[in-house]
């Protein structure tokens, strides 16, 4: 009798951990150029569509995700045109890392029911105590007891089902009225990063459009230690596909050409197709570990000859970046103690120190690309002057092939002018716990940050 | 690479350093099709400068 039980014991056991493994990617055995989630200007775009406005959220859990909700919600109460349409119709690309994540894939998904929705889905939850309760649930010991299914396939779980739907990234591509979402994760053996687009996955020889959404946003917030990696399977390459021209001309320059920056770029995406065998598998961690502010990608996209911004099909007169930055600065108290802080503490600041300092050199980044452009554009109209003013002969010098204003506009708590509120946000924790009241909080104070921009209030002055 | 922000004939492009290929939108009545690029020592009044003739 007792060797029955034990062997059904064993069996159930088996059966319950055999069968636990993670949501596996789709491979994609032919390649086609025009197929899956890739950008695309939008569909409606016209010649009186002069705008091109370019988001990125933070990450911070769930302050980043309603600060980005509040930028979200002042951008839909913006009427521009002579209130023919607000600034949210305008939206062409968000790009976004964890908890900012939520924000941009819902809105995404679900386009304005975000408005309606989300605060219940997602920001007024205690995500972190539904996890915990799931973790304690014993059919989920049995789970996690498989090496194919961790801590973060529960959450993937959970998003997918309560947050998200079940909806894919095909549903994603069939809202073609939505700007394009771009979810950025942390490729953990290369650093770098992993942008969830189908050209990413075209790579791994993999579909994107039958994967969850919610598995793309649990992997661009999976943090370092409380959640464990996301795995992608690493396919053979699919039948006709190549690296793009961008790649190759990076791999071309070599690392001491003239741009180390998109040498190493193309190598570590080149990799998971010249060299499979070593990389059968691609593991994926929260997007703050190589850029927790969402814009590494906007910075590559104006850089590189294949990003979005130069595949517009019409002429723009306005540029347009808004970037939701949700980072804190919780008043510290390790040197106060002459003993060396204790491990919890100097795990958490190696995994949030670098993350800060480069938040910050990203930022700069972008200003001082944007900074050349328009640098190049004033050089170009000085030099003119001064032909035309000293010169009978009428030459003219090419002008700028692209000429449109820019507008840079970071909302920061630090930029709050009243000090003991600027204090009370800058000292949130970053959890998925917040209560109504801080959401609430954090929603007006997105709005109020973006309003009192002066940046901001000089575009809406041009476009209104 | 292809260029959709309505470039005038003439106009000033910036790329980042390095190896571009440049080319034009349809229809394809020029040539060359494409040209591989890796400009240096340029400035926006003194830029590289790409010829493509039409056929």
Known sequence: MKTIQRTSVLILFLILTGCAHYLVNAPKPNYEADFGYRYLPK????????????????????????????????????????????????????????????????????????????????????????????????????????????????????????????????????????????????????????????????????????????????????????????????????????????????????????????????????????????HPYVHLMDGGLSDNIGVRYIADNFSHSSGFLFQRKTAINELIIIISNAKTQPPESLDEDESPPNLIDVVYKTATVSMDNYSFETIQLISDILKISEHAAREILHCQAIIDEHCSSGYKLPRMGHDFKVTLVEVNFLNVEDSAKRQSLLSLPTSFNLSEQQVDELIIVGGELLDQSKAFNELLTRIK | MRFFWRLHTGGVIQLEAGTHTITLEKPKNFSPIEQDVNPSGTSPIQPHKIYFSKV
């Open chain 1, 43 to 278: 569909a409606q775009t016209t010649e009186q569509d002069k705008i091109y406005v370019v988001l990125a959220f933070s990450g911070g859990g769930t302050r980043a995700a309603a600060l980005s909700y509040g930028i979200m919600e002042k951008l839909k109460a913006t009427p521009i045109q002579n209130g023919s349409k607000t600034l949210l119709d305008e939206v062409d690309v968000i790009s976004s890392v964890s908890g900012g994540s939520f924000t941009a894939a819902y809105y995404g998904l679900f386009g304005d029911q975000l408005f309606s929705d989300f605060k219940d889905k997602f920001l007024y939850r205690d995500i972190q105590g539904e996890l915990t309760q799931k973790l304690f649930n014993p059919v989920n010991w049995f789970r996690l007891m498989s090496p194919y299914f961790n801590r973060i396939d529960l959450a993937i779980e959970l998003y997918n089902e309560t947050v998200f739907d079940q909806k894919t990234y095909q549903d994603l591509m069939n809202n073609g009225k939505q700007p394009f979402i771009a979810i950025n994760a942390t490729n953990l053996t290369t650093g770098s990063q992993f942008t969830f687009t189908q050209p990413a996955f075209d790579i791994l020889g993999s579909d994107l459009s039958i994967l969850p959404v919610a598995r793309a946003v649990a992997s661009s917030s999976a943090f370092p230690i409380l959640l464990s990696p996301v795995s992608y399977n690493n396919y053979p390459a699919s039948k006709g596909f190549d690296l793009s021209k961008d790649i190759k001309n990076g791999l071309k320059d070599k690392y001491n050409g003239p741009n180390p920056r998109r040498y190493m770029w193309a190598y570590n995406q080149s990799v998971y197709h010249t060299n499979k065998t070593k």
